[in-house]
């Protein structure tokens, strides 16, 4: 047996709620500034930037949900981490910007892709034991028994 299990679990389940409330409150907060970051992102020459930023919140509120409730979480989070690829690159390029957002660019870069590490993560080890993929292996194993 190992002795960190249980820990573990609960690591994994805390771990797993602070990515989904970063992903929820953004994708409100979004809602909320929708003309604003569209209007920024025709600056940085993003086509049809309401169409895009609208998939954004979708994907950023029903993959927060399914996150925090561990349903379908190594999917949404591989959905996520191939999201953030190029809002990182396009939105936090510390190198694009000029010196005086640098260190403001340089941290939300470093972030972001921290928090594809946790993403990744997911992907790989599953959303943990105190789950909804869980209990549905659970489940699905005690009928084949």
């Known amino acids: 047996m190992n002795p960190y299990a249980g820990i573990a679990n609960i690591c994994t389940l805390v771990g797993r709620v602070l990515l989904a409330l970063l992903f929820l409150i953004s994708g409100v907060g979004l809602i909320g500034a929708f003309s604003v970051v569209t209007a920024d992102m025709a600056v940085k020459n993003i086509p049809v930037p309401d169409a895009f930023l609208g ?3 979708a994907l950023w509120l029903s993959g927060g949900l399914c996150l925090l409730l561990g349903w379908k ?11 953030m690829i190029p809002i990182t690159f396009v939105f936090h390029a510390p190198w694009a910007s000029d010196p005086s957002h640098f260190q403001n660019e340089l941290n939300h870069f470093l972030m ?6 946790g993403l990744l993560l997911i992907v790989g080890f599953g959303a943990g034991s105190f789950s909804l993929d ?12």
């Open 55 to 57: 998939l954004t919140i």
């Open 112 to 117: 972001n892709i921290a928090i594809m590490g």
């Open 73 to 83: 979480a190594r999917s949404f989070a591989g959905v996520m981490f191939l999201a």
């Open 134 to 145: 869980d209990r549905r292996v659970a489940d699905s194993s005690s009928r084949n028994s």
